[in-house]
């Protein structure tokens, strides 16, 4: 978020760890993980999200394979809205 001039530190702004990319924010920060348990959704097979955004987004993609795209919708709006409004 650094180089779009978005944040000024090269850490994630929510949990501090690791630099701030896309992959983390949605899929590799404590709180992304926390959102992607709670919607019932079954992470990858591998058991853990992928270094690479491009593979993250190729399983998140092909999500309507297995689950019906309301149930992804309602689980992940749900997790996120839950996560969002409790304080830190």
């Given amino acids: 978020m650094v180089h779009r001039h ?3 530190d090269k850490r994630c702004s929510r949990c501090g760890e690791e630099a701030d990319t ?3 924010l949605l899929f590799l920060c404590p709180y992304a993980r926390l959102v992607w348990a709670m919607a019932n ?3 990858p097979p591998a ?3 992928s270094d690479s955004f491009f593979s993250n987004l190729y399983w998140v993609l092909n999500l309507k394979k297995e689950y019906p795209k309301e149930e992804i919708e309602e689980d992940l709006i749900l997790a996120a809205m ?3 409004e409790k304080p830190e």
Avoid: F, P
């Fill in 41 to 43: 959704v079954h992470i």
């Fill in 6 to 8: 978005i944040a000024k």
């Fill in 82 to 84: 839950e996560i969002v």
């Fill in 22 to 24: 896309v992959n983390h």
């Fill in 47 to 49: 058991g853990r999200w």
